[in-house]
C-alpha cells in the first residue's frame, strides 16, 4: 500500500537569492508499507495567493534537493510526500523557509 507517514526531519536553507536546499530523512522503515520509489516537494510562495508547484523525484534513495528560480527574498511553504508503486502517502507537515537576499 501507501506509505502511512511522510518523510521526517524536514529542513530547508537558502543556498541564494533564488534557491532553496530541501533536505529530509526517510519514512521510518515500519510506516513505508512497500518501497518507497521516490518523493514529491511541494511548494508554494507564502506571502499570497499563489500556485502550488510540483517537483517529483523518482529516487528513494534521494534525501535532499534544491528548488531553482525562486523569488528573491521570498518566504515560502514547503511540503513533501513519499511514494510506493502503490501511489502517494501523506503529506508532511509544512516548513517555511526564505531565499537570501541579493548579495548573501
Not at 530523512?25 to 508554494?44: A, T
Not at 499570497?48 to 529516487?59: A, D, L, S
Not at 511553504?77 to 507537515?93: H, M, P, Q, W, Y
Request: with cysteine; net charge positive.
Amino acid at each position: 500500500s501507501v506509505p502511512a507517514a511522510p518523510p521526517s526531519n524536514i529542513t530547508a536553507n537558502n543556498v541564494s537569492s533564488t534557491e532553496l536546499e530541501v533536505i529530509w530523512r526517510p519514512v521510518p522503515q515500519k510506516y513505508q508499507n512497500g518501497i518507497v520509489l521516490g518523493y514529491k516537494v511541494m511548494y508554494r510562495r507564502a506571502d499570497g495567493e499563489y500556485p502550488i508547484r510540483n517537483v517529483t523525484i523518482n529516487n528513494g534513495s534521494q534525501l535532499s534537493h534544491v528548488l531553482k528560480g525562486l523569488k528573491k527574498y521570498g518566504p515560502y511553504d514547503i511540503r513533501l510526500l513519499a511514494f510506493t508503486v502503490k501511489g502517494e502517502g501523506n503529506v508532511s507537515e509544512s516548513v517555511f523557509c526564505r531565499t537570501a537576499e541579493d548579495g548573501e
